[in-house]
């Protein structure tokens, strides 16, 4: 992608960047999210998409996936603009304490033995937030809202309000919740984009969007799933946990993963707790 190509920066702070204005004003950026080590469905995102003039990534570049280490030298080629996911925090964390554990049947202490000191370096030195002029309206992009695990489509819009009106900006642009959600609440909206690595709507293939001329497209490509299945077989997951995975890989649904929000029914304890309130 020529990132930049058309684009004319300016110097409003180390964590911010406009809209490009380029010979027609107008630019292209492609978001993407939640890849979490799976290369080849990164791969055919980058190849469906195409040309963009900026890049953003919104987090989870590793877990839960077996190419971390290729997936994260991609993402630093990209020259994205990005911040991290809980995933990636978990990795830094088991640098701090300096455990290393050589068992694959922790998949994140799997994921840190595959990563070198130029990947950690990479994840430490992205900030946890963005600001973006996201056609004229001043947006933020993290991984996740403050405080909110799991956002589902479904959900009431009194759920939303309570961590769109903590947002710093009208807009707030995320991943973490795996599904494509394009919400306005209260004058405030929340865009969340879906998985490019680990689908949970029943989907299996790579979600990414794009946004150009003041919209925003959500697209789905399909990828090599059986690639990835072998590649995740290769590790050496618990049998059981292994057969779940790549029946989820398959199919995009899982049991637990892909619950949907329905009122009244346990989603967990936390956003059970704040849906209780209204």
């Known amino acids: 992608s020529s990132l930049g190509a058309r684009t004319r920066w300016q110097n409003s702070g180390d964590n911010a960047f406009p809209s ?13 999210a939640d890849v979490h080590a799976n290369l080849a469905a990164f791969e055919a995102v980058l190849a469906d998409a195409g040309t963009a003039d900026e890049i953003v990534y919104l987090g989870d570049i590793v877990g839960f996936g077996p190419r971390p280490a290729e997936c994260t030298d991609l993402l630093i080629r990209l020259d994205a603009h990005a911040v991290p996911g809980n995933h990636d925090a978990s990795m830094l964390a088991i640098r701090k304490r300096g455990e290393r554990q050589a068992s694959p049947h922790d ?8 990563l070198s000191r130029p990947h950690f370096d990479f994840l430490e030195s992205l900030p946890a937030a963005l600001e973006v002029d996201f056609y004229g309206v001043p947006a933020t992009v993290t991984h ?29 642009i995320c991943g973490h919740s795996h599904r494509e959600i394009n919400r306005m609440v209260d004058g405030r909206r929340y865009l ?47 049998e059981q946990f292994l057969e779940r995975w790549l029946k989820f890989l398959r199919t995009g649904h899982d049991d637990e993963w892909s619950r949907d929000y329905v009122p009244g029914k346990p989603v967990n304890k936390w956003l059970d707790a704040a849906i209780a309130r209204f």
């Open 192 to 238: 969340c984009i879906p998985s490019i690595g680990q689908p949970r709507n029943g989907d299996p293939r790579a979600g990414y969007a794009i946004e150009r001329d003041g919209a925003i497209e959500f697209r789905y490509v399909a990828y090599d799933v059986e690639r990835t299945v072998r590649e995740t077989a290769a590790i050496g997951l618990d």
């Open 20 to 32: 490009g204005n380029g010979v027609d004003g107008k630019v292209t950026r492609l978001w993407i």
């Open 107 to 114: 998949w994140d202490e799997w994921t840190f033995n595959q």
């Open 144 to 172: 996740h809202p403050a405080g909110a695990p799991y956002l589902h489509p479904d959900m009431p819009d009194a759920v939303y309000s309570e961590f769109l009106e903590r947002a710093p900006r009208p807009t707030l």
